[in-house]
């Protein structure tokens, strides 16, 4: 503090962070950038262990014998869902019903605010069948979740996997805790109607019948997605609607087991690698935490258990891959680690929260915890506050320096007077942008019958093509915002206006990596060098040329991209365009079905200040 | 409120005196081949028997041995101006006529789920006078503890059910003694107790000790008096609810250890018997040999009670009698363990037969519900037996075969009773029962919530009303002005509502209602409610487990199933059947439903020192700066002057000089 207090040595510091201020932005940036590829580095993670006492030191043993069985079930079921044409709902009361459980339906309908073309669906109605396994001399106070998405052409084993468990579970005394097999129809639509009608909730505005039975508070879910009768790998899917992730014990248990079996796992598709030494092995860790990081800033649920994560109910998808690999995995196998999983799982005393509900996985083996990732952030964002500083003091010197030797009053009152012509500057642009945002949100939905009567698009092409027309619409705003000023832009009002901008930019980015990392920091990486450079005073064209670059369509754009790459499945640009039409489409499905926050997000607010950063640009 | 509470109290009080009824409203007896017992018996009986008649005319000899024992024995299940008359006949002679009497009972009612439900009840009765004073000191079949527990609290009635697991009304139909999963208690205290929450609190605590369980968590905070749902169950003239309370413990976890201190309160249930002729190993006798704790606790439902009353002795009611009625109902699953077979016996129910009759017993029998089978085609009881029994249970007429333990004949050859039920055919629909509840927590986050209760009325074309009581704990705080109550998607305004607010850390919530349920409908009541943030010492150990609420009760008058039948003219003649009221037209039951468990924020409670220091210096250092950079004056230092200098302008001040 002493070097704050003495004027001279105050001086010296504002005079050095002013002078030195670009390069230690440079610096900054580089570091953040840095920090967060070092965070894959094996020697610099942590591994992951088990915290819950609940599931570590009890031993449980897996017996399940009946695979084969569960596979004839699968088979049964997949020729009765071909016989009707859908989920086969009587087959599946009847059965659950024969393996002791209390079967109840659920019906649900909703109507897609625009045909979803990617799973070709508009008016959905569908029904949910699930059996509970009532727990003996439990109260009804706590359940377990073990689900299955009904889908056309796949998933059978896992509903006839299911089914077994069911009926092996059914027969054991030990549970204490009640288990809900719930067999969804239409994915994620369904469970959504599901969770819905179990918290009687509405938070989407879907149709949906009231649920008939229930086990009391959830404590835990699984969804499970086999396609195959034998498996090569089991993956395991954690990212949940806004990012949300389930507690890290959820996914130590999956390791454990799997390491206990001796079945291969992987997370984001990818094996875990012992030579971390070798570049090879690091960009192997980069690449799974980068797809971990992209699948979590998309901020939508990339399994079925992504909408448990609401309702405070730790759940993750375990999803069986069938590759070339040499090594099969039977049904049998699959069946006991789950019943291991659900039996640490019935022994849990609480729910789990001992272990980390913020990391970054590199592998399944070791972790990130958010201590060690949020530097990167904040590496990031003190670039902001740099350039705050930046201008703030050099406002602030050259007004001390014209009015030195007054009082502090007289200095505020002096800046407000200097700055009044910059208030309007500022607010109108701020007005006006988020206006362009509202638009952006409001706009594709109310005007795709318009769209679609007068040109040759299909509703959801409609929608995406309006976003992004709004959305270059936006780029004329600084003339527009002109008209409603009285003059040219002072030098002032564009310093004030950034001023502004990035201020709101490091609150936004901040409260947005607190709850989405991943968001905040691709946010971070790409608008953190607009609002560090951009005046009015550099030369337009390129420096427009990069501003769109670095635009949140853009980093979309890009993001797609580079996804693919990340999943070894590069595409062409053709390709890739095409593709990033349905992210965008899905991304906006994904807000008015489930209630994903991240189209929102960037309509309403960091669209909006992108073009604030636009606006200075064209201040002139 | 005032005027709903005095226009509303007649209905109140017919529901609250019918309760004295808990679990039946009367039994009749009949014979098979005694045409003088079915003579004064309803017409449907006399067909009944006549076709039984027909049907087992070879063994009538024995059965006429037979009724004489069953006319003699006073039967327990039927009302209570019934019991007392009843001679002691199997009392040996050489004894003085003993003022106190023991009975014992084992009712097996086969579910359609293929699951087995077997209820235990013994009823000690005794002749004494705990109150005005006189001490008693000679017991004999009363145990000990509990006659002075009533003595030195001046207890009234006293009720305490510890259960583990909830009865799944849908699924077995309604139980013969309800009770809600975890431990319940409640007492009326005689109108002399000055202090009765004082008495309460010590009354808890003992009882705390003798059951061995953890009563003594009960406190102001979960105890509450309701004004309605809970009335005298005996002799009573006291209905003012100041002396009445009830508490739960939804999270009371029952086990052996509470099972040994309940059977020793039997007077055959332990080793401490005083018997010495009997040898080591029978020690135990009577139905108490079923009672092996490894069994009883490998089931789906397991519920132990204890009930004290005071009783009418004889029909004029001139003196009165302590019942201490002891029951154990558990419901044995198909599934883990039935290997597959749809059977059941005695042996695999209990790992133990019958052998005798508990000796101090004056009666001792084993009765099995039939009423689903009458011809046999559902499942077969092994080994038969002739003794057939009518009772009206839960507004339902059922039958039963009566295996009467104090007749050596029963135990038959082998000199063991090993009852075996073989499932024949998987088919068979239970009747919806009429009345069952169901409970929730609705919505996300840790804020705010919604608790919906859920009442069925499952009666084709009646309506009837239900008494609700819901106690909340205080960290739920109910918005009351929430409260709605929608049945067929319309307001149903409650004709009675009694409301006490909870205080922080001193009382619960209370609410009673009395709702009219539409025929055929699902009446919904709905109170949102608001998370407390507690204080950090007061969270449980594990805060993350969450908090129970415990159950809603609903007490009911419900129509009777035997009234029920629409097409009642088969079977009667039709004088008896123009008017469908019958005298068993509805019936009491009640019925609690589910507890809830409610997450409250919790902190997380390894992090709270280091965010706090790492919010403070991060708070100090980043914030202090900014604020001080922000904030701070600048002034110009002014260059210090030397000696010479200051005394020059001190001078030069005297003058009146500007200073240099």
Same mark, same amino acid.
């Given at each position: 503090?002493?070097?704050?207090?003495?004027?001279?040595?105050?001086?010296?510091?504002?005079?050095?962070?002013?002078?030195?201020?670009?390069?230690?932005?440079?610096?900054?940036?580089?570091?953040?950038?840095?920090?967060?590829?070092?965070?894959?580095?094996?020697?610099?993670?942590?591994?992951?262990?088990?915290?819950?006492?609940?599931?570590?030191?009890?031993?449980?043993?897996?017996?399940?014998?009946?695979?084969?069985?569960?596979?004839?079930?699968?088979?049964?079921?997949?020729?009765?869902?071909?016989?009707?044409?859908?989920?086969?709902?009587?087959?599946?009361?009847?059965?659950?019903?024969?393996?002791?459980?209390?079967?109840?339906?659920?019906?649900?309908?909703?109507?897609?605010?625009?045909?979803?073309?990617?799973?070709?669906?508009?008016?959905?109605?569908?029904?949910?069948?699930?059996?509970?396994?009532?727990?003996?001399?439990?109260?009804?106070?706590?359940?377990?979740?073990?689900?299955?998405?009904?889908?056309?052409?796949?998933?059978?084993?896992?509903?006839?996997?299911?089914?077994?468990?069911?009926?092996?579970?059914?027969?054991?005394?030990?549970?204490?805790?009640?288990?809900?097999?719930?067999?969804?129809?239409?994915?994620?639509?369904?469970?959504?109607?599901?969770?819905?009608?179990?918290?009687?909730?509405?938070?989407?505005?879907?149709?949906?019948?009231?649920?008939?039975?229930?086990?009391?508070?959830?404590?835990?879910?699984?969804?499970?997605?086999?396609?195959?009768?034998?498996?090569?790998?089991?993956?395991?899917?954690?990212?949940?609607?806004?990012?949300?992730?389930?507690?890290?014990?959820?996914?130590?248990?999956?390791?454990?087991?799997?390491?206990?079996?001796?079945?291969?796992?992987?997370?984001?598709?990818?094996?875990?690698?012992?030579?971390?030494?070798?570049?090879?092995?690091?960009?192997?860790?980069?690449?799974?935490?980068?797809?971990?990081?992209?699948?979590?800033?998309?901020?939508?649920?990339?399994?079925?258990?992504?909408?448990?994560?609401?309702?405070?109910?730790?759940?993750?998808?375990?999803?069986?891959?069938?590759?070339?690999?040499?090594?099969?995995?039977?049904?049998?196998?699959?069946?006991?680690?789950?019943?291991?999983?659900?039996?640490?799982?019935?022994?849990?005393?609480?729910?789990?929260?001992?272990?980390?509900?913020?990391?970054?996985?590199?592998?399944?083996?070791?972790?990130?915890?958010?201590?060690?990732?949020?530097?990167?952030?904040?590496?990031?964002?003190?670039?902001?506050?740099?350039?705050?500083?930046?201008?703030? +003091?050099? #406002?602030? $010197? =050259?007004?001390?320096?014209?009015?030195? *030797?007054?009082?502090? /009053?007289?200095?505020?009152? %002096?800046?407000?007077?200097?700055?009044?012509?910059?208030?309007?500057?500022?607010?109108?642009?701020?007005?006006?942008?988020?206006?362009?945002?509202?638009?952006?949100?409001?706009?594709?939905?109310?005007?795709?019958?318009?769209?679609?009567?007068?040109?040759?698009?299909?509703?959801?092409?409609?929608?995406?093509?309006?976003?992004?027309?709004?959305?270059?619409?936006?780029?004329?705003?600084?003339?527009? +915002?002109? #008209?409603? $000023? =009285?003059?040219?832009?002072?030098?002032? *009002?564009?310093?004030? /206006?950034?001023?502004?901008? %990035?201020?709101?930019?490091?609150?936004?980015?901040?409260?947005?990596?607190?709850?989405?990392?991943?968001?905040?920091?691709?946010?971070?990486?790409?608008?953190?060098?607009?609002?560090?450079?951009?005046?009015?005073?550099?030369?337009?064209?390129?420096?427009?040329?990069?501003?769109?670059?670095?635009?949140?369509?853009?980093?979309?754009?890009?993001?797609?991209?580079?996804?693919?790459?990340?999943?070894?499945?590069?595409?062409?640009?053709?390709?890739?365009?095409?593709?990033?039409?349905?992210?965008?489409?899905?991304?906006?499905?994904?807000?008015?079905?489930?209630?994903?926050?991240?189209?929102?997000?960037?309509?309403?607010?960091?669209?909006?200040?992108?073009?604030?950063?636009?606006?200075?640009?064209?201040?002139? | 409120?005032?005027?709903?509470?005095?226009?509303?109290?007649?209905?109140?009080?017919?529901?609250?005196?019918?309760?004295?009824?808990?679990?039946?409203?009367?039994?009749?007896?009949?014979?098979?081949?005694?045409?003088?017992?079915?003579?004064?018996?309803?017409?449907?009986?006399?067909?009944?028997?006549?076709?039984?008649?027909?049907?087992?005319?070879?063994?009538?000899?024995?059965?006429?041995?037979?009724?004489?024992?069953?006319?003699?024995?006073?039967?327990?299940?039927?009302?209570?101006?019934?019991?007392?008359?009843?001679?002691?006949?199997?009392?040996?002679?050489?004894?003085?006529?003993?003022?106190?009497?023991?009975?014992?009972?084992?009712?097996?009612?086969?579910?359609?789920?293929?699951?087995?439900?077997?209820?235990?009840?013994?009823?000690?009765?005794?002749?004494?006078?705990?109150?005005?004073?006189?001490?008693?000191?000679?017991?004999?079949?009363?145990?000990?503890?509990?006659?002075?527990?009533?003595?030195?609290?001046?207890?009234?009635?006293?009720?305490?059910?510890?259960?583990?697991?909830?009865?799944?009304?849908?699924?077995?139909?309604?139980?013969?003694?309800?009770?809600?999963?975890?431990?319940?208690?409640?007492?009326?205290?005689?109108?002399?107790?000055?202090?009765?929450?004082?008495?309460?609190?010590?009354?808890?605590?003992?009882?705390?000790?003798?059951?061995?369980?953890?009563?003594?968590?009960?406190?102001?905070?979960?105890?509450?008096?309701?004004?309605?749902?809970?009335?005298?169950?005996?002799?009573?003239?006291?209905?003012?609810?100041?002396?009445?309370?009830?508490?739960?413990?939804?999270?009371?976890?029952?086990?052996?250890?509470?099972?040994?201190?309940?059977?020793?309160?039997?007077?055959?249930?332990?080793?401490?018997?005083?018997?010495?002729?009997?040898?080591?190993?029978?020690?135990?006798?009577?139905?108490?040999?079923?009672?092996?704790?490894?069994?009883?606790?490998?089931?789906?439902?397991?519920?132990?009670?204890?009930?004290?009353?005071?009783?009418?002795?004889?029909?004029?009611?001139?003196?009165?009698?302590?019942?201490?009625?002891?029951?154990?109902?558990?419901?044995?699953?198909?599934?883990?363990?039935?290997?597959?077979?749809?059977?059941?016996?005695?042996?695999?129910?209990?790992?133990?037969?019958?052998?005798?009759?508990?000796?101090?017993?004056?009666?001792?029998?084993?009765?099995?519900?039939?009423?689903?089978?009458?011809?046999?085609?559902?499942?077969?009881?092994?080994?038969?037996?002739?003794?057939?029994?009518?009772?009206?249970?839960?507004?339902?007429?059922?039958?039963?075969?009566?295996?009467?333990?104090?007749?050596?004949?029963?135990?038959?050859?082998?000199?063991?009773?090993?009852?075996?039920?073989?499932?024949?055919?998987?088919?068979?629909?239970?009747?919806?029962?009429?009345?069952?509840?169901?409970?929730?927590?609705?919505?996300?986050?840790?804020?705010?919530?919604?608790?919906?209760?859920?009442?069925?009325?499952?009666?084709?074309?009646?309506?009837?009303?239900?008494?609700?009581?819901?106690?909340?704990?205080?960290?739920?705080?109910?918005?009351?002005?929430?409260?709605?109550?929608?049945?067929?998607?319309?307001?149903?305004?409650?004709?009675?509502?009694?409301?006490?607010?909870?205080?922080?850390?001193?009382?619960?919530?209370?609410?009673?209602?009395?709702?009219?349920?539409?025929?055929?409908?699902?009446?919904?009541?709905?109170?949102?409610?608001?998370?407390?943030?507690?204080?950090?010492?007061?969270?449980?150990?594990?805060?993350?487990?969450?908090?129970?609420?415990?159950?809603?009760?609903?007490?009911?008058?419900?129509?009777?199933?035997?009234?029920?039948?629409?097409?009642?003219?088969?079977?009667?003649?039709?004088?008896?059947?123009?008017?469908?009221?019958?005298?068993?037209?509805?019936?009491?039951?009640?019925?609690?439903?589910?507890?809830?468990?409610?997450?409250?924020?919790?902190?997380?409670?390894?992090?709270?020192?280091?965010?706090?220091?790492?919010?403070?210096?991060?708070?100090?250092?980043?914030?202090?700066?900014?604020?001080?950079?922000?904030?701070?004056?600048?002034?110009?230092?002014?260059?210090?002057?030397?000696?010479?200098?200051?005394?020059?302008?001190?001078?030069?001040?005297?003058?009146?000089?500007?200073?240099?």
């Amino acid at each position: 503090m002493g070097l704050l207090s003495d004027p001279n040595r105050r001086r010296a510091l504002i005079s050095l962070l002013t002078r030195l201020n670009t390069p230690i932005c440079l610096v900054c940036y580089m570091a953040g950038v840095a920090w967060f590829m070092g965070l894959a580095f094996e020697p610099f993670t942590l591994r992951t262990y088990m915290s819950e006492n609940a599931m570590g030191s009890t031993m449980v043993e897996e017996r399940f014998p009946a695979g084969e069985r569960a596979l004839a079930t699968g088979r049964e079921f997949a020729a009765h869902k071909k016989k009707v044409g859908g989920m086969p709902v009587d087959w599946l009361v009847k059965t659950m019903q024969a393996r002791g459980l209390e079967v109840f339906t659920q019906s649900f309908s909703r109507t897609l605010p625009f045909p979803d073309e990617n799973k070709e669906r508009y008016m959905v109605k569908g029904t949910n069948v699930y059996g509970i396994l009532r727990a003996p001399r439990a109260p009804r106070t706590e359940a377990l979740v073990l689900s299955a998405p009904c889908s056309p052409g796949d998933n059978n084993q896992a509903v006839g996997l299911l089914l077994g468990l069911a009926q092996y579970f059914r027969n054991q005394i030990y549970w204490a805790k009640d288990i809900i097999f719930l067999v969804n129809e239409h994915d994620l639509i369904g469970m959504q109607a599901w969770l819905e009608g179990y918290h009687h909730t509405n938070t989407t505005g879907m149709d949906w019948s009231p649920l008939q039975g229930r086990g009391g508070s959830i404590q835990a879910a699984l969804s499970l997605e086999l396609s195959s009768d034998v498996i090569t790998s089991l993956d395991l899917v954690l990212e949940g609607l806004n990012g949300q992730l389930p507690n890290l014990d959820l996914a130590n248990l999956f390791y454990a087991f799997c390491q206990k079996i001796g079945v291969l796992c992987t997370i984001q598709g990818k094996l875990q690698r012992n030579d971390w030494d070798s570049v090879s092995g690091y960009s192997h860790a980069v690449q799974t935490m980068m797809l971990m990081v992209m699948k979590q800033a998309s901020g939508r649920p990339w399994g079925d258990h992504g909408l448990f994560l609401r309702y405070h109910i730790e759940a993750a998808t375990i999803k069986g891959i069938n590759s070339f690999r040499q090594y099969k995995t039977d049904a049998t196998t699959i069946g006991r680690l789950l019943e291991g999983m659900y039996r640490k799982l019935n022994n849990l005393l609480e729910r789990l929260h001992q272990s980390y509900f913020f990391y970054l996985m590199p592998s399944l083996s070791h972790f990130v915890s958010i201590g060690y990732y949020m530097p990167a952030f904040g590496l990031l964002t003190v670039i902001l506050l740099l350039r705050e500083t930046h201008i703030f +003091t050099g #406002r602030y $010197l =050259s007004i001390y320096s014209a009015c030195i *030797g007054n009082s502090p /009053l007289l200095i505020k009152y %002096v800046s407000s007077q200097q700055s009044s012509p910059g208030v309007l500057s500022v607010l109108t642009p701020l007005v006006i942008s988020h206006l362009t945002g509202v638009a952006l949100y409001t706009l594709p939905i109310r005007f795709q019958e318009m769209a679609v009567e007068h040109f040759p698009v299909s509703e959801t092409e409609a929608v995406v093509l309006t976003a992004i027309a709004v959305y270059t619409a936006g780029l004329a705003l600084p003339h527009n +915002t002109h #008209r409603f $000023l =009285s003059g040219e832009g002072t030098e002032q *009002g564009w310093r004030v /206006l950034k001023l502004v901008a %990035v201020l709101y930019l490091a609150v936004l980015l901040g409260c947005t990596a607190l709850i989405n990392f991943s968001l905040g920091f691709i946010l971070a990486l790409t608008l953190v060098p607009v609002a560090a450079f951009v005046t009015p005073h550099i030369p337009k064209v390129l420096s427009a040329f990069i501003l769109v670059i670095l635009s949140p369509a853009c980093t979309l754009l890009f993001s797609v991209f580079f996804f693919q790459e990340l999943q070894e499945m590069p595409v062409s640009f053709q390709d890739g365009w095409l593709l990033y039409l349905s992210v965008i489409s899905q991304g906006i499905l994904d807000h008015f079905l489930y209630g994903s926050l991240v189209y929102p997000l960037i309509a309403l607010l960091v669209y909006p200040c992108w073009l604030l950063f636009w606006n200075i640009l064209f201040w002139k | 409120m005032a005027a709903y509470r005095y226009g509303y109290s007649a209905v109140l009080f017919i529901l609250c005196g019918l309760s004295v009824f808990l679990v039946t409203n009367g039994q009749e007896t009949i014979l098979t081949g005694d045409d003088g017992a079915a003579a004064v018996d309803s017409p449907q009986t006399v067909t009944e028997t006549a076709e039984q008649t027909a049907e087992q005319p070879a063994v009538e000899e024995r059965q006429w041995e037979v009724t004489e024992v069953e006319e003699a024995s006073p039967d327990e299940a039927a009302a209570d101006k019934q019991d007392a008359s009843a001679p002691e006949t199997l009392v040996p002679p050489s004894v003085p006529r003993p003022k106190d009497d023991f009975q014992e009972e084992l009712v097996i009612r086969p579910l359609h789920s293929g699951d087995i439900y077997a209820s235990f009840q013994f009823r000690t009765l005794w002749e004494t006078d705990f109150m005005r004073g006189n001490k008693v000191s000679h017991y004999r079949l009363f145990p000990k503890s509990l006659g002075q527990v009533i003595s030195k609290f001046s207890v009234r009635e006293l009720h305490i059910s510890f259960t583990q697991g909830y009865w799944r009304t849908m699924q077995w139909g309604q139980p013969f003694l309800p009770a809600p999963p975890g431990a319940e208690l409640w007492v009326w205290f005689q109108d002399s107790v000055t202090d009765v929450d004082g008495t309460w609190k010590e009354l808890t605590n003992v009882l705390s000790g003798i059951f061995c369980a953890s009563l003594n968590f009960i406190d102001s905070t979960n105890t509450v008096q309701p004004s309605a749902s809970f009335k005298p169950l005996g002799i009573s003239n006291v209905t003012d609810h100041r002396f009445l309370r009830y508490a739960t413990l939804p999270r009371e976890i029952v086990c052996t250890e509470n099972l040994t201190p309940w059977k020793k309160l039997l007077p055959c249930g332990t080793k401490s018997l005083q018997l010495t002729e009997l040898p080591l190993f029978s020690l135990q006798a009577g139905l108490a040999v079923l009672l092996k704790s490894e069994k009883l606790f490998h089931s789906s439902f397991h519920s132990q009670a204890v009930h004290i009353r005071p009783v009418c002795e004889d029909w004029q009611c001139k003196t009165t009698s302590w019942e201490l009625r002891q029951t154990l109902s558990v419901v044995f699953d198909l599934h883990t363990s039935g290997q597959g077979k749809r059977e059941w016996s005695l042996f695999k129910m209990f790992s133990r037969t019958l052998t005798d009759a508990c000796p101090l017993a004056s009666s001792s029998k084993v009765y099995i519900d039939i009423t689903d089978n009458p011809e046999g085609e559902q499942f077969e009881l092994i080994p038969a037996t002739p003794l057939l029994s009518q009772a009206v249970v839960l507004g339902d007429r059922r039958t039963f075969s009566v295996y009467d333990l104090t007749q050596q004949i029963t135990f038959g050859a082998v000199r063991s009773l090993n009852l075996l039920i073989r499932w024949k055919s998987t088919e068979g629909d239970m009747l919806r029962p009429l009345l069952h509840g169901e409970r929730y927590v609705a919505g996300y986050g840790l804020q705010t919530g919604e608790i919906h209760t859920l009442m069925y009325n499952n009666h084709p074309y009646r309506s009837f009303p239900v008494l609700l009581l819901d106690s909340v704990p205080w960290y739920l705080r109910l918005y009351i002005h929430t409260l709605t109550v929608t049945s067929k998607a319309k307001d149903n305004k409650p004709s009675y509502i009694h409301y006490q607010p909870s205080k922080d850390r001193v009382r619960p919530h209370l609410l009673e209602m009395l709702v009219q349920l539409p025929p055929n409908s699902v009446t919904e009541v709905t109170v949102q409610f608001e998370r407390a943030l507690l204080k950090w010492t007061e969270y449980t150990p594990d805060p993350n487990h969450g908090f129970y609420v415990g159950s809603s009760v609903l007490s009911s008058l419900v129509p009777s199933i035997v009234a029920m039948d629409t097409n009642s003219t088969q079977e009667r003649p039709l004088f008896s059947s123009f008017f469908p009221c019958k005298e068993e037209s509805s019936y009491f039951v009640r019925v609690y439903t589910e507890p809830l468990l409610v997450n409250l924020p919790t902190p997380d409670f390894s992090m709270p020192y280091n965010v706090i220091c790492l919010t403070c210096t991060v708070v100090a250092v980043g914030y202090g700066s900014l604020y001080n950079l922000l904030t701070r004056s600048f002034q110009i230092e002014e260059p210090s002057l030397g000696l010479a200098k200051r005394i020059a302008n001190i001078i030069r001040k005297m003058r009146g000089v500007p200073p240099l």
